[in-house]
């Protein structure tokens, strides 16, 4: 999977947006906004660029992420992020782009369903 494959799946998703905070070296994938009143910018997933094979980080269920971790090499837990709640994930072909795809999709609906 490339950065851009990932990318258009990543903005496909409702409400989604790319931005830098932590410079160019990270993109980051939000919803909400936080000049909307009540609402704020979550993120949900970190793609960091220039890496081969393709690392993204994702929100997930923590046992799930248990699972995911001792069942491939290539999930570890949230590099810089809460390692309970995040996963980093190398797209080193171990998974596929449709398993890749459903834990980005999990990741957009754990920050989009949370308060």
């Given at each position: 999977?490339?950065?851009?494959?990932?990318?258009?799946?990543?903005l496909s998703?409702?409400?989604?947006?790319?931005?830098?905070?932590?410079?160019?070296?990270?993109?980051?994938?939000?919803?909400?906004?936080?000049?909307?009143?009540?609402?704020?910018?979550?993120?949900?997933?970190?793609?960091?660029?220039?890496?081969?094979?393709?690392?993204?980080?994702?929100?997930?269920?923590?046992?799930?992420?248990?699972?995911?971790?001792?069942?491939?090499?290539?999930?570890?837990?949230?590099?810089?992020?809460n390692k309970?709640?995040?996963?980093?994930?190398?797209?080193?072909?171990?998974?596929?782009?449709?398993?890749?795809?459903?834990?980005?999709?999990?990741?957009?609906?754990?920050?989009?369903?949370?308060?």
């Amino acid at each position: 999977m490339t950065h851009k494959q990932l990318e258009e799946f990543l903005l496909s998703l409702p409400g989604a947006w790319l931005d830098y905070p932590f410079g160019k070296e990270w993109a980051v994938y939000k919803v909400g906004h936080k000049d909307v009143p009540g609402d704020k910018e979550k993120m949900f997933a970190m793609i960091a660029e220039g890496t081969n094979p393709l690392r993204v980080n994702l929100k997930c269920d923590p046992q799930l992420s248990l699972n995911l971790q001792e069942k491939y090499e290539s999930v570890l837990p949230g590099y810089h992020m809460n390692k309970k709640h995040w996963i980093t994930v190398i797209c080193s072909g171990q998974l596929s782009d449709d398993e890749i795809f459903d834990l980005a999709r999990l990741s957009w609906r754990l920050v989009t369903e949370s308060s």
